[in-house]
């Protein structure tokens, strides 16, 4: 079965760290891209990096540039999103997904979904 599983996520001040791990299994890992989403209460799910497959390319969404990094470990099949300077804005529950394919933030492409890890920034 395909599983993805998203964890790390928590409760951290403004301006704080966490870093987001997605551990993959049941599937040809290093040919997906993998894609972090996030939705907030009563906002739409919205798109905030994407690694491709093998980790080649790696793209942000603006509102996060600067400030998160998606990382993949192939050999591990997990998908890292380090977040930086923290901000209320950033608060939601993180979702991470996988498609066979190239990279997009395009949450209507994904496929295969994990069941999200709530973040919290406190001001």
């Known amino acids: 079965d395909v599983q993805l599983q998203a964890s790390g996520g928590g409760l951290v001040q403004s301006g704080g760290s966490l870093r987001l791990s997605c551990a993959a299994s049941g599937f040809a890992f290093v040919e997906y891209s993998i894609a972090w989403f996030r939705q907030a209460p009563g906002k739409e799910r919205e798109g905030v990096s994407v690694?491709?497959?093998?980790?080649?390319?790696?793209y942000y969404a603006d509102s996060v540039k600067g400030r998160f990094t998606i990382s993949r470990d192939n050999a591990k099949k997990t998908v890292y999103l380090q977040m930086n300077s923290l901000k209320s804005e950033d608060t939601a529950v993180y979702y991470c997904?996988?498609?066979?394919?190239?990279?997009?933030?395009?949450?209507?492409?994904?496929?295969?979904w994990g069941q999200g890890t709530q973040v919290t920034v406190s001001s």
């Open positions: 997904a996988g498609r066979l394919g190239g990279p997009s933030l395009g949450r209507e492409l994904y496929g295969y």
């Open positions: 690694s491709s497959r093998i980790g080649g390319s790696t």
